[in-house]
């Protein structure tokens, strides 16, 4: 790789003013300005853009840390993340810790010692040990999509509640009585939320869901799958399933047409995130769309303020939430 002295040297001027040309810190003259590109053309010459960040105390890149990136719905949220900052002349660097707190906390790790401006926060659980540990010596950061508990760090985040109350609302007012409810792991706050929602639709219907009707998966097709194969074979089976995300919807869609029901006149089926694949099934999958592309948008704003501001106001963003109704459940009645 050339070195801006060599610059200097094909251009016959001082590396000084080789740094002023790349730089724009000083005036050059329009003859010496075309030498130096000139010899920058010819010895193919690329500024050391991480040193020069460094020195300004910038990087312009952020970290995207995620639980699980062969979930389509965080893979489209790394996209949405991506998009965001790109457009606020931002890269980005994408770790997967698989829901897994030590990898987490080894990514919380490096991407601070890779000196990123700030971190874009997806957590494994409930709690974060990594954050816990390494609060004062860290990135600024903003948490999105699950929350911390009594965490003051600026969040964004759908409104889970209401979502699972769409859901729950949904079936019954198109004519579905034995509801069931396939939650997430019980350590992720999304699915306590969703449950949430869901209960207090049937307790406003006068309905209820019983201990035996309540399972939890995995946010895997294979576990919704499992869990709706449980639930069928029971001796009063549901009618209709609430799955705490899309992907378990679609094990819930396997489930349900094995066992011969036909859907949606027999057997009803929600699931949650509104991922691209959830038009493609069949039949098509009713869900609860997170506002994936606001809720990037928002969080890649927000950590951005506190990257130009080192003491900001803290955030909590809720966002509503949207039904979106396909074939997997009847119309109004």
């Given at each position: 790789?050339?070195?801006?002295?060599?610059?200097?040297?094909?251009?016959?001027?001082?590396?000084?003013?080789?740094?002023?040309?790349?730089?724009?810190?000083?005036?050059?003259?329009?003859?010496?300005?075309?030498?130096?590109?000139?010899?920058?053309?010819?010895?193919?010459?690329?500024?050391?853009?991480?040193?020069?960040?460094?020195?300004?105390?910038?990087?312009?890149?952020?970290?995207?840390?995620?639980?699980?990136?062969?979930?389509?719905?965080?893979?489209?949220?790394?996209?949405a993340v991506e998009g965001a900052a790109f457009h606020q002349h931002y890269s980005v660097m994408i770790c997967n810790t698989e829901d897994d707190p030590d990898k987490e906390a080894h990514y919380v790790e490096v991407l601070t010692n890779k000196q990123v401006d700030?971190?874009?926060?997806?957590?494994?659980?409930?709690?974060?040990?990594?954050?816990?540990?390494?609060?004062?010596?860290?990135?600024?950061?903003?948490?999105?999509?699950?929350?911390?508990?009594?965490?003051?760090?600026?969040?964004?985040?759908?409104?889970?509640?209401?979502g699972g109350y769409l859901a729950a609302r949904h079936l019954i007012e198109t004519g579905y009585r034995r509801l069931a409810c396939i939650a997430g792991p019980s350590h992720v706050t999304p699915s306590a939320q969703r449950i949430t929602g869901f209960l207090e639709?049937?307790?406003?219907?006068?309905?209820?869901?019983?201990?035996?009707?309540?399972?939890?998966?995995?946010?895997?097709?294979?576990?919704?799958?499992?869990?709706?194969?449980?639930?069928?074979?029971?001796?009063?089976?549901?009618?209709?399933?609430?799955?705490?995300?899309?992907?378990?919807?679609?094990?819930?869609?396997?489930?349900?047409?094995?066992?011969?029901?036909?859907?949606?006149?027999?057997?009803?089926?929600?699931?949650?995130?509104?991922?691209?694949?959830?038009?493609?099934?069949?039949?098509?999958?009713?869900?609860?769309?997170?506002?994936?592309?606001?809720?990037?948008?928002?969080?890649?704003?927000?950590?951005?303020?506190?990257?130009?501001?080192?003491?900001?106001?803290?955030?909590?963003?809720?966002?509503?939430?949207?039904?979106?109704?396909?074939?997997?459940?009847?119309?109004?009645?």
């Amino acid at each position: 790789m050339a070195t801006i002295r060599e610059v200097a040297e094909l251009a016959g001027v001082s590396p000084t003013t080789v740094s002023h040309v790349i730089n724009n810190t000083r005036f050059v003259s329009p003859a010496l300005q075309a030498r130096v590109q000139a010899a920058m053309e010819q010895l193919d010459y690329r500024p050391n853009v991480l040193a020069r960040s460094l020195r300004r105390g910038e990087t312009r890149t952020l970290g995207l840390i995620l639980p699980d990136s062969a979930n389509p719905f965080f893979a489209e949220m790394a996209r949405a993340v991506e998009g965001a900052a790109f457009h606020q002349h931002y890269s980005v660097m994408i770790c997967n810790t698989e829901d897994d707190p030590d990898k987490e906390a080894h990514y919380v790790e490096v991407l601070t010692n890779k000196q990123v401006d700030g971190l874009v926060f997806i957590a494994a659980g409930d709690q974060s040990a990594a954050l816990a540990s390494r609060s004062n010596h860290i990135p600024p950061l903003v948490l999105v999509d699950r929350d911390l508990g009594n965490s003051q760090l600026p969040t964004v985040l759908a409104d889970n509640c209401q979502g699972g109350y769409l859901a729950a609302r949904h079936l019954i007012e198109t004519g579905y009585r034995r509801l069931a409810c396939i939650a997430g792991p019980s350590h992720v706050t999304p699915s306590a939320q969703r449950i949430t929602g869901f209960l207090e639709a049937l307790h406003e219907a006068g309905l209820s869901c019983p201990p035996e009707r309540l399972l939890r998966g995995n946010f895997h097709p294979s576990s919704g799958y499992e869990a709706a194969k449980l639930l069928l074979e029971a001796s009063e089976p549901p009618d209709g399933i609430f799955a705490c995300n899309d992907l378990m919807a679609i094990g819930v869609l396997r489930a349900a047409l094995e066992s011969g029901r036909s859907i949606p006149d027999d057997f009803g089926i929600v699931g949650f995130d509104n991922i691209e694949l959830a038009s493609y099934t069949s039949p098509a999958l009713t869900t609860i769309a997170q506002p994936m592309q606001q809720m990037a948008q928002e969080a890649v704003n927000l950590l951005i303020e506190r990257i130009n501001d080192s003491q900001p106001p803290a955030q909590r963003l809720v966002l509503p939430t949207e039904l979106v109704v396909r074939q997997s459940t009847r119309r109004n009645v």
